[in-house]
């Protein structure tokens, strides 16, 4: 048995049942082979794609992940695109020394909590700068 994700509507003349676009069906396989090789008369796009329950999460997520994107730059007032630079930022762990100076004052703050760095939240960038630069001086001389 395999099961199918259906592309387009469509009746089948076998059974008389009405696939709808969208919709997954379990077929043996021997009919699944068929329904796969079959093709539109207009645009010979497949009627149907095989399915698997991991597209359907990945799926999910995509749909999940992007509408949160776009929540949150309604809310924050941002475009899309510095939504998803930012979240890059987050996500990236650098594997050589970092220049400190193309940072945000967030990220700064970010690092310097990570590092335990005493009163950070009330530095001012160029304080957060000299300070994360010695921890990173101290750190490759260890």
């Known amino acids: 048995m395999k099961l199918l994700r259906c592309l387009v509507n469509v ?16 077929f043996a396989d021997d009919r699944a082979e068929e329904l796969l090789l079959a093709r539109t008369k207009v645009t010979s796009e497949p009627y149907f794609v095989e399915y698997t329950v991991e597209q359907e999460i990945t799926e999910e997520v995509v749909q999940s992940v992007v509408k949160g994107i776009v929540e949150q730059s309604k809310e924050e007032n941002k475009t899309i695109e510095e939504i998803i630079n930012e979240i890059i930022d ?53």
């Open 90 to 142: 987050e996500t990236e762990v650098p594997d050589e020394k970092v220049d400190l100076s193309k940072l945000k004052v967030n990220k700064l703050k970010e690092l310097a909590k990570e590092n335990q760095v005493d009163n950070y939240d009330s530095m001012k960038k160029e304080e957060l700068i000299e300070v994360l630069t010695n921890l990173q001086i101290s750190n490759e001389n260890e």
């Open 11 to 26: 009746p089948d003349k076998n059974t008389r049942k009405e696939y709808k676009a969208g919709e997954i069906y379990e």
